[in-house]
């Protein structure tokens, strides 16, 4: 089974402060993602990388940067967090040419 | 007009029904076409995937594409409150990066 995991559930985080929010993956997958879903809007895409360094902006970038040294994990950073930042964030990966997509379990971040 | 449309619901089934879930999208060179199940709180899953136009089935699960008519259905037989999820849509250009575009979800609940 392919295994995509966020390196938290929960977090709570104080307005200004850099955040990280990691994703590791076991399936050798070329592609990651990171996503924020909140109600009514569904899941937008912030970031994705196709390759090792490699990174395109998704449709929301702003305010978020990635990071992606290694082919299993990519990271989000949020370089200074604001409450509207507080959402539920979800990490993803596929191989390339398949069509699909594997999630992790989601990291919901508050930001007060 | 958003490329992938989703009634939100909620949609509240006794159970034992038979569920039916729909999606509409715009571009018609779509084409992969994913369901997703994503239990509160949870990361979504991958549930069924369908390339190109035709049905699939997996259980009590079919899926359904029509590309004539850019409609994607998800059918339920014999529905069971473990079944109560958001179900999300997704579609793909089929491209190397596997960018998904996604439904905004509907929320279903059976009820025992």
């Known amino acids: 089974d392919v295994k995509v995991t966020q390196s938290s559930r929960y977090l709570v985080k104080r307005t200004g402060e850099k955040v990280f929010l990691e994703c590791v993956q076991d399936?050798?997958?070329?592609?990651m993602f990171w996503y924020r879903q909140d109600p009514g809007l569904g899941l937008r895409l912030i970031y994705f990388?196709?390759?090792?360094?490699?990174?395109e902006k998704g449709d929301i970038p702003e305010g978020y940067s990635v990071s992606r040294e290694k082919k299993e994990r990519f990271s989000l950073i949020l370089e200074s967090a604001s409450t509207n930042q507080t959402s539920m964030y979800l990490c993803?990966?596929?191989?390339?040419?398949?069509?699909?997509?594997?999630f992790g379990q989601g990291t919901r971040l508050t930001v007060v | 007009q958003k490329e992938v449309e989703q009634d939100p619901g909620p949609l509240s089934v006794p159970e034992g029904a038979i569920v039916s879930l729909n999606c509409t999208y715009s571009?018609?060179?779509?084409?992969?076409f994913m369901w997703y199940r994503q239990y509160s709180r949870k990361g979504p899953e991958l549930l069924m995937y369908?390339?190109?136009?035709g049905n699939k089935e997996d259980g009590r699960f079919t899926a359904q594409v029509d590309k004539s008519s850019k409609y994607i259905s998800l059918f339920i037989r014999d529905s069971q409150p473990s079944d109560s999820a958001t179900y999300l849509c997704?579609?793909?250009?089929?491209?190397?990066?596997?960018?998904?575009?996604f439904g905004t979800g509907t929320l279903l609940a059976v009820q025992p």
């Open positions: 990388s196709y390759d090792v360094k490699m990174k």
């Open positions: 369908t390339y190109s136009s």
């Open positions: 399936m050798d997958h070329e592609n």
């Open positions: 993803a990966s596929s191989l390339s040419g398949t069509g699909t997509a594997f």
């Open positions: 997704a579609t793909d250009y089929g491209g190397a990066t596997n960018k998904l575009i």
């Open positions: 571009n018609s060179a779509f084409q992969y």
